[in-house]
């Protein structure tokens, strides 16, 4: 027999990696991420809605859902296992919009409580006829859980009709597989016509899967081909490995026909006292809430390296795409920086002023040709690198990620933010002109601004500016003209350094948002790890 061993440090190393699992993200569009966000979602929705409420409250009454696709009859089977229309069956499809968990009356504070589906609102109907619309104004009825107590169901039982697993309504798939994950039983409801359909038999090999208590019903079965239809199907599950799974058929009679009513006890009798038993025998009850628990547990083996994997592949796109960023980047400041010592700067405008230069042209007119010419340049450099960072990214497929579309900073706005640079660069150069110039031991003094106009030249204008050195040393002396060439040309490397750098992490900074890292892989497998030494 199957026996649960719930201890504190369990249920500890079980919230731990629930925590883990919640805080793995999937954002960058890779091949496996849409695998990767449904499977932790689902993962997440077993260990809040089951495993932790079943593990810490193992008294609590059994919960039998019951589902299956669309016109399988669920919301009829429902009503007569109950013996009372609770939940509403018609010709409208999908018919079962809001689920509807029965329950008898001493069992209501069981799931009046946030114990199991936290996330779903309640609303309490302890008389109330199925057919009558309890939800509020602008109430989501693909997230509210209709609760109805029924005293012709027996203490610890609950059921509960999900809606079709195969609803049209993408929110109704998603609650259907969410009211699922909290069972104790799976009750899988299909048809004669419908028994090879490819969606229950996905969900009945989650269960295999998964290990949990599960139970199929094969319904509205013609008498005329009953046995045939019986063994076909049998074959099936056997075929799948599920042959020893409780198998109940239910004949097609006028009751089956849409909204007609309940179905005779008779038709049903077999599943309620199948239901009955494994709810108050204790032997069978713990048989079905271990076997559900430990396969849940069990899957994590599995389940959780997958989640791993994903992780590592996200943390990989995301290096290849900063790799790119940063490659693009330090190859453009390379090559800027070999264009400054060529002397780039100091040509069109700025080299015409400089050629006036002091007859023809003041030294704030060179020092405006001169920075406009040095922003224009980190301006090509950092254009240059966000073309060289589209063209990469254009080929990983992570790139396509929502926020990274649209991500490079407009040619505009780095304009301004270049040339804001390159002027408090001027104002700085400047300043240490003045200071130079403020400690000369001399009658008279050259004004500071031709100073920081031929350090600029000197520092900017490469082989162009030869003569600027001299023309330096004869206005504050050799050592005063090595001593400020000195300081300008580490300012301007620093200036130029934070341009890169703030240009480059604002191309990042969409990338950095999405919060990929390395550590969810290591924490997701070492969460994994405790959780089986504790077991």
């Known amino acids: 027999m199957v026996t649960l061993n719930v201890r504190p440090q369990l249920l500890d190393a079980l919230s731990a990696l629930r925590e883990r699992v919640a805080a793995a993200r999937f954002p960058l569009p890779l091949a496996g991420a849409p695998r990767a966000r449904a499977n932790r979602d689902e993962l997440l929705a077993q260990l809040d809605d089951y495993l932790v409420p079943r593990l810490k409250e193992p008294e609590a009454p059994l919960l039998a859902v019951?589902?299956?696709?669309?016109?399988?009859?669920?919301?009829t089977l429902v009503n007569s296992l109950v013996g009372r229309r609770v939940s509403e069956a018609g010709v409208l499809r999908p018919t079962t919009r809001t689920p509807v968990l029965v329950c008898h009356p001493e069992d209501q504070h069981w799931f009046s409580g946030m114990r199991v589906l936290p996330d779903l609102t309640r609303v309490w109907v302890p008389h109330q006829d199925a057919g009558e619309d309890l939800l509020l104004p602008g109430e989501d009825p693909s997230r509210?859980?209709?609760?109805?107590?029924?005293d012709t169901l027996p203490p610890g039982l609950a059921v509960l009709d999900a809606p079709d697993i195969d609803s049209l309504v993408a929110d109704n798939r998603v609650l259907a597989a969410e009211l699922l994950c909290a069972a104790d039983i799976w009750i899988m409801v299909t048809t004669a016509a419908r028994y090879a359909d490819a969606v229950p038999w996905h969900l009945l090999r989650t269960a295999k899967e998964y290990d949990?208590?599960?139970?199929?019903?094969?319904?509205r079965v013609p008498h005329q081909v009953i046995s045939e239809v019986s063994r076909q199907y049998g074959a099936l599950l056997t075929k799948a490995g599920l042959g020893d799974v409780p198998r109940f058929t239910v004949p097609e009679l006028p009751e089956s026909a849409w909204g007609a009513g309940l179905l005779p006890a008779t038709a049903v009798a077999s599943l309620r006292t199948w239901l009955i038993h494994h709810a108050q025998d204790p032997t069978a009850r713990h048989?079905?809430?271990?076997?559900?628990?430990?396969?849940v547990l069990n899957s994590l083996k599995s389940r959780m390296p997958e989640l791993a994997s994903a992780a590592a592949a996200q943390y990989a796109a995301a290096l290849r795409l900063t790799a790119a960023?940063?490659?693009?980047?330090?190859?453009?400041?390379?090559?800027?920086?070999a264009r400054l010592q060529n002397g780039a700067v100091l040509a069109g405008d700025a080299l015409k002023r400089w050629r006036a230069f002091p007859l023809d042209c003041t030294a704030g007119e060179l020092l405006d040709a001169l920075v406009e010419s040095l922003a224009t340049l980190l301006l090509c450099a950092v254009t240059a690198a966000d073309e060289r960072v589209d063209d990469a990214w254009r080929r990983e497929p992570a790139a396509a990620a929502p926020g990274l579309v649209d991500?490079?900073?407009?040619?505009?706005?780095?304009?301004?933010?270049?040339?804001?640079a390159v002027r408090r660069w001027r104002?700085?150069?400047e300043e240490y002109a003045e200071d130079?110039?403020?400690?000369?031991?001399?009658?008279?003094?050259?004004?500071?601004?031709?100073?920081?106009?031929l350090v600029a030249t000197a520092l900017l204008g490469g082989r162009r500016a030869r003569s600027t050195g001299e023309q330096l040393a004869q206005r504050i002396g050799p050592h005063g003209a090595l001593r400020l060439r000195d300081l300008g040309g580490r300012l301007l490397a620093e200036h130029l350094d934070r341009v890169i750098h703030v240009e480059r992490e604002r191309r990042l900074a969409p990338l950095d948002g999405l919060d990929v890292h390395a550590e969810p892989q290591a924490e997701l497998i070492a969460a994994l790890s405790v959780l089986q030494k504790e077991r």
Do not use: W
């Open 287 to 295: 048989q079905v809430m271990a076997r559900t628990a430990h396969g």
């Open 436 to 453: 130079e110039v403020r400690h000369l031991d001399r009658s008279v003094v050259p004004d500071p601004e031709v100073i920081a106009a």
């Open 407 to 420: 991500r490079a900073p407009s040619q505009e706005s780095a304009e301004h933010r270049i040339g804001m």
């Open 144 to 150: 509210v859980l209709r609760i109805q107590t029924v």
């Open 427 to 429: 104002r700085e150069l």
């Open 66 to 75: 019951v589902g299956g696709s669309t016109g399988a009859g669920k919301s």
């Open 325 to 337: 960023v940063d490659a693009a980047y330090d190859s453009e400041y390379a090559r800027l920086r």
């Open 212 to 219: 949990v208590t599960l139970v199929t019903v094969l319904d």
